[in-house]
T-cell receptor, first 117, second 115 residues
Framework: DADVTQTPRNRITKTGKRIMLECSQT?????MYWYRQDPGLGLRLIYY???????NKGEISDGYSVSRQAQAKFSLSLESAIPNQTALYFC????????????????FGPGTRLTVL | AQTVTQSQPEMSVQEAETVTLSCTYD???????LFWYKQPPSRQMILVIR??????QNATENRFSVNFQKAAKSFSLKISDSQLGDAAMYFC????????????FGQGTRLTINP
């Protein structure tokens, strides 16, 4: 499995604060994703990046921004946190070979639990 | 847009028995991938098994196997010889072979193993 790390693992913050969640991977994967998990809703895509110069919005990008600082690093920012952004956030990575195979599987980090008061 | 539905919010099974988790999906695509992920209390998302839509043969990984019915758009997970460590939330997920190739998740099924 990919070595995907996320920091912090848990964070409590106040409404209006700026928060950055960081993701790093050591697998050399090109593709990185940020998902949000809410109870009863599964995971939903916030942003994704196919390489350092390619960043795209997912289905719930409002209120979030991202930065792909390097192939191995992909950060998610909440410019002004609000309580309904309280959730579990996952980073995921995958490789792409152009053909079917295990390289197309997404591997997840351990998650960051964010609470906005 | 693709959707994934898991109709069983909770399931329970006796240790050593077999349990099947259901998943259906909706898509107009012919080439895609399906996955089952496990999320234990540690909250880590762990890949259990994957299936390529073009393959007719059902995927198997040790005690885990799937029943993939492409025409019915059904993708169930069978866990044989259930173990206490299998207790977790299980998510079915769909991934297109085109575009963002994002994962579309179902709502999850919480599996309890009774000793």
């Amino acid at each position: 499995d990919a070595d995907v790390t996320q920091t912090p693992r848990n964070r409590i913050t106040k409404t209006g604060k700026r928060i950055m969640l960081e993701c790093s991977q050591t697998k050399g994967h090109d593709r990185m994703y940020w998902y949000r998990q809410d109870p009863g809703l599964g995971l939903r895509l916030i942003y994704y990046s196919f390489d350092v110069k390619d960043i795209n919005k997912g289905e719930i990008s409002d209120g979030y921004s991202v930065s792909r600082q390097a192939q191995a690093k992909f950060s998610l920012s909440l410019e002004s946190a609000i309580p309904n952004q309280t959730a579990l956030y996952f980073c995921a990575t995958s490789d792409y070979s152009g053909t079917s195979g295990s390289a197309d599987t997404q591997y997840f980090g351990p998650g960051t639990r964010l609470t906005v008061l | 847009a693709q959707t994934v539905t898991q109709s069983q919010p909770e399931m329970s099974v006796q240790e050593a028995e077999t349990v099947t988790l259901s998943c259906t999906y909706d898509t107009s695509e012919s080439d895609y991938y399906l996955f089952w992920y496990k999320q234990p209390p540690s909250r880590q998302m762990i890949l259990v098994i994957r299936q390529e839509a073009y393959k007719q043969q059902n995927a198997t990984e040790n005690r885990f196997s799937v029943n993939f019915q492409k025409a019915a758009k059904s993708f169930s997970l069978k866990i044989s010889d259930s173990q206490l460590g299998d207790a977790a939330m299980y998510f079915c997920a769909y991934r297109s072979s085109q575009g963002a190739q994002k994962l579309v998740f179902g709502q999850g099924t919480r599996l309890t193993i009774n000793p």
